[in-house]
């Protein structure tokens, strides 16, 4: 369970986020949806506790990320691709990581097998491709095997059949009683994965709910994200002058 309550953040004179409330249930999928500069991922870093919110409140599982103990074990999160070294093997990363966190070694192997890295995981980073990196980047997220699951962008970079692998792990994740909060600009895997949606714009929170009832009266998510956030981008798209 994730719960963002009245959440603002304000960096100097320019407001990322104002008043954010949201929250990302037990056994469903949530969308993070919205425009460049919406602030998804300013939610997300405060939520994860990698930035202070100015006010307001972001809990998972009924507490600050901060003050849960081994936190890889409750919360995984994947953000910004694998953020593992180039000199390092991908196992010798979850190693390093379980060792950090508690997390027993059997995980490791397990972890490689569940993103498709076992043939490769005695390979250096830094010769992956975006998607292996994305994969890593997933397996680190997945190591501890928490109960709230956080990925930003997943499915960047990644082939069509890694995003069909994200959308199925996704929908496992949550139907095995897991929190999956996911920021995605892909509309129509968006819809195929998530049981509700957040969309923000500008800062703030302008549709949130179960998603089949919110495009109920669109022909798909795409339509109705459209619809929701025209003229609310934070940069106009290009056009003719
Ligand atoms: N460290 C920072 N200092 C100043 N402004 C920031 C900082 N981080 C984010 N912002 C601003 O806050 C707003 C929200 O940004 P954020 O990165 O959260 O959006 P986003 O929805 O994740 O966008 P994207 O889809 O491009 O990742 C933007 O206007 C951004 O410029």
Known sequence: M????????????????????FEARAGRV?????????GKSTTMRILLGLDRATSGRASV??????????PLTRVGAQFDGSGAHRGRTARAHLRWMAASNGISPARIPETL????????????????????????????????????????????????????WIRDLARSLAGSGR??????????EMQSM???????ARGTVIRA???????????SLEHAYFA???GRAEHAAGGAA
């Open 113 to 164: 097998q569940l993103v498709g890295l076992s043939d490769v995981a005695d390979r250096r980073v830094g010769t992956f491709s975006l998607g292996m990196g994305q994969r890593l980047g997933i397996a680190a997220a997945l190591l501890g095997d928490p109960e709230v699951v956080i990925l930003d962008e997943p499915m960047n970079g990644l082939d069509p059949e890694g995003i069909r």
């Open 179 to 188: 929190t999956v909060l996911i920021s995605s600009h892909l509309m129509g």
């Open 209 to 219: 709910g179960a998603a089949p009832s919110l495009v109920a009266e669109y022909d």
């Open 2 to 21: 994730i719960e963002v309550e009245n959440l603002t953040k304000i960096y100097g004179k320019r407001t990322a986020i104002e008043s954010v409330t």
């Open 30 to 38: 949530t969308g993070l949806l919205g425009p460049n500069g919406a």
């Open 61 to 70: 599982l009924g507490s600050e990320y901060r003050s849960l103990r081994r």
């Open 228 to 230: 929701w956030t025209q």
């Open 194 to 200: 998530a049981d509700d949606l957040v969309v923000m």
